[in-house]
């Protein structure tokens, strides 16, 4: 039985960032990116108007104010999309709207407010004479070209995580489409002859199969593409079926069949299709977990794929996938943070490690005032799937802790943030 972190680390070791594709940006949503982003235009190309207003020479409004207001002739107006055909001259204004390029000869931009339109603009047709209401100085209301990006700029790194915002970013730069490292696929094959579809009656003896369900959430929700592979029936012969269909994955995960039963085949089979590096963890629920790889040889090459056998109660699934298999799928994705946030909280239940091993308390964290506190979630049996509905975390107790006061503060793993929590 090896520990948590000798695991994780042995999981790790058999996998790799995978290749990269050009997709549509719109596509691209949490991957990584695979090349370094230049731009090859200005953003914005040309100095342009902040605001709605009236494009002036910065010493046009020297001295104005609300009660000595400084009146301009109106010469022009100039809507976003459109190029000036007129030059501000001395005493000269030209009515603009916000992203409209700024006219030659002017230097600010006057708001609309900070003018006597209002009062000065007639039921139809448009002013000839403006009064500026304020001083303003040159660059005010003004946007620079390039003051965001300059043409030549490395604007996003190679290994950028994709967010709308760097989306946008690639947008501005007229890019439809990214390099990025793509998602892997990973296989999900539910085992044991007690399983039955949830779109099929049931009958007695059997159960829904809902590992399948969670485990394919997972993986679409941290950015991998699941493959549902179905049941494997507890014969050799089935389950070699079915892994023989999961082996053009990137990974496969199977539930069920690796703890000590008879029936608990799953380890013995992918022993003979390849190697099991190990197949307990010093961790409770989740101590019966097989990982290795499986061999599959194409065109006289053997491709190792690696198999991570998680624990059938639903529970035990879960939280060893949280822990293994998720960050397993984000170092594919080419991501550096694998690890899910952790804080302090203060428990606030007394808790008794009997096992020696690291327990993965399913709990409900609040934050009151300045401080973070864990309660139980109720019965932590490993087949208690509400158990992980109504939690959004995990409270870790190190297996060298027999005993947890109510009150003491202990280390929390994050599931989810949730607005509540950071209120």
């Given at each position: 039985m090896i520990s948590v972190e000798e695991a994780l680390a042995k999981v790790l070791s058999y996998v790799e960032i995978l290749g990269f594709e050009e997709k549509p940006i719109l596509e691209c949503q949490g991957q990584v990116l695979a090349e370094d982003v230049y731009s090859s235009i200005n953003i914005p190309p040309m100095d342009n108007s902040a605001m709605d207003g009236y494009a002036v020479r910065a010493e046009d409004t020297s001295g104005a104010t609300k009660e000595s207001p400084n009146d301009l002739d109106v010469i022009a107006e100039l809507a976003a999309g459109s190029l000036p055909d007129e030059k501000v001259k001395p005493g000269t204004a030209i009515r603009i709207m916000t992203?409209?390029?700024?006219p030659e000869g002017a230097d600010a931009v006057v708001r609309f407010e900070d003018t006597d339109e209002i009062s000065r603009k007639p039921a139809r047709g448009n002013l000839s004479q403006i009064g500026i209401l304020?001083?303003?100085?040159?660059?005010?209301?003004?946007?620079c070209r390039g003051e965001d990006i300059s043409r030549g700029d490395l604007v996003l790194n190679k290994g950028s995580l994709l967010r709308p915002s760097e989306i946008g970013v690639l947008a501005s730069l007229g890019r439809c489409t990214a390099l990025v490292i793509r998602r892997p696929i990973v296989a999900v094959l539910a085992t044991g002859d007690e399983l039955m579809p949830a779109d099929q009656p049931l009958t007695p003896g059997k159960i829904y199969d809902s590992n399948t369900y969670t485990i394919a959430a997972e993986i679409a929700r941290y950015g991998g593409i699941p493959r549902i592979l179905g049941i494997g029936r507890d014969s050799v012969r089935s389950l070699n079926n079915k892994i023989d269909e999961g082996l053009d994955a990137d990974m496969l995960i199977t539930s069920g069949g690796v703890s000590k039963g008879d029936y608990d085949i799953v380890k013995d089979v992918l022993a003979k299709r390849g190697e099991i590096n190990f197949w307990t963890v010093c961790m409770k629920?989740?101590?019966?977990?097989?990982?290795?790889?499986?061999?599959?040889?194409?065109?006289?090459?053997?491709?190792?794929?690696?198999?991570?056998?998680?624990?059938?109660?639903?529970?035990?699934?879960?939280?060893?996938?949280?822990q293994f298999a998720r960050p397993a799928i984000l170092k594919m994705l080419g991501k550096q943070a694998l690890a899910k946030p952790c804080i302090q909280a203060v428990i606030e239940e007394r808790i008794v490690n009997i096992d020696g091993?690291?327990?993965?308390?399913?709990?409900?964290?609040?934050?009151?005032d300045g401080q973070y506190w864990a309660s139980v979630t109720g019965p932590q049996g490993s087949g208690i799937l509400t158990s992980m509905v109504k939690a959004n975390a995990l409270a870790i107790i190190p297996e060298n802790i027999k005993e947890v006061a109510a009150g003491d503060i202990i280390q929390v793993q994050m599931l989810d943030w949730s607005e509540d929590l950071i209120l």
């Open positions: 992203g409209a390029p700024i304020c001083h303003v100085k040159k660059g005010s209301n003004v946007r629920p989740g101590k019966p977990l097989a990982f290795g790889v499986i061999n599959k040889v194409e065109r006289g090459i053997t491709k190792k794929v690696p198999h991570l056998g998680l624990p059938g109660n639903p529970v035990s699934s879960m939280i060893t996938f949280e091993r690291r327990m993965f308390l399913r709990v409900f964290v609040t934050k009151r």
